[in-house]
């Protein structure tokens, strides 16, 4: 048994963790932030391309994320009742994400 447990890592287990690229629509939450995953499939019938997508809550510890930014996300443990997944990085910013920081010219 001894040497079961030797063969499989632990750090080979927690680095297969599945991770997804995706869309924040919302930020207003704190460390926390709602990331759509959109996808196109075709419907079995009629052949149309339909959109659908996938709507998760992430962890952002330091709240970097922002509405509009692309972001990839990580699958984790539960962290509360709805979030399961961790931000890793901002893959893009979106173009306006400093908008609300700028002054109004009079």
Not at 70 to 85: D, G, H, L, Q, Y
């Amino acid at each position: 048994m001894a040497d079961n447990a030797a063969a499989a890592s632990p750090d080979t287990d927690r680095n297969d963790r599945r991770t997804v690229i995706g869309v924040v629509t919302s930020d207003k939450m704190q460390k926390s932030c709602r990331v759509e995953i959109p996808r196109q499939i075709q419907h079995p019938r009629y052949g149309k391309i339909i959109r659908r997508r996938t709507v998760l809550i992430a962890h952002d510890e330091t709240n970097t994320a922002k509405i509009g930014d692309t972001v990839e996300i990580m699958e984790t443990r539960p962290i509360s009742k709805t979030k399961n997944w961790r931000l890793v990085r901002v893959v893009k910013r979106s173009a306006g994400s400093g908008l609300g920081e700028k002054k109004a010219s009079s």
